[in-house]
Structure formats: C-alpha cells, structure tokens
Nanobody, 122 residues
C-alpha cells in the first residue's frame, strides 16, 4: 500500500515557476515508477511526466518538454515536479501517481494522490 500526498500548488503569474512535491508513505516507494498527471476544468486527466523507479529514465508530454522537470529522492520517498515558464493553459489540478511500469497508461496506475491546484494567471 502506498499513500501519496501532493503539495506546492498555488497561484502564479504566467512565466513564473512552481515546484510540486509528492510525499509517499510505505517502504516500497522505490519500486514504483512515479507519474504526474493534470486535469483541467471539464477535461480528462492527462499525462504530464513520469520517472522510473530509480530515477534513471524520464518521459514528458510534448506540451511541457523543456519547461517541466520531474525528479525523485528515494531516500525521502518524494517525487518532485519543477514547473518553469508557466502558461495559463497549465492551470489544472495536478496529481501524482504510482505504477509498476513507467510505460503504464493512466488507467494502470495503482495509487493516486488527492491532487493540488495550480492556477496560472495571464
């Protein structure tokens, strides 16, 4: 069992930065790939970024490449999402999730956090 708690969301102006954190409980955190997803108002939940269990590999949605960076600290059971050059279209609730494979589809993730709101004003 893994419990995930996101933090770090908030209101920021376009062009600004935020760093999201996702703290995990449980001793098996380092065996899971960790992903970030987002869901805007009236939209489906979309993939943002994923990192492999040991942090060696990452993958990003085209819309955030070059602006967002995913990282993890297995000693702290935490995964991060550094978001730079934010745009109004990045406004969404951001969720972290755990899966056994970094190539899992959204429906294959085993555990989800409650989400944190990110609002980017123009």
């Amino acid at each position: 069992q893994v419990q995930l708690v996101e933090s770090g969301g908030g209101l920021v102006q376009a062009g600004g930065s935020l760093r999201l954190s996702c703290a995990a409980s449980g001793r098996t955190f380092s065996s899971y790939a960790m992903g970030w997803f987002r869901q805007g108002p009236g939209k489906e939940r979309d993939f943002v970024a994923v990192i492999s269990s040991r942090g060696a590999r990452t993958n990003y949605a085209d819309s955030v490449k070059g602006r967002f960076t995913i990282s993890r600290d297995n000693a702290k059971n935490t995964v991060y999402l550094q978001m730079n050059s934010l745009k109004p279209e990045d406004t969404a609730v951001y969720y972290c999730a755990a899966a056994t494979s970094m190539w899992a589809g959204v429906r294959e993730y085993d555990y989800w956090g409650q989400g944190t709101q990110v609002t980017v004003s123009s």
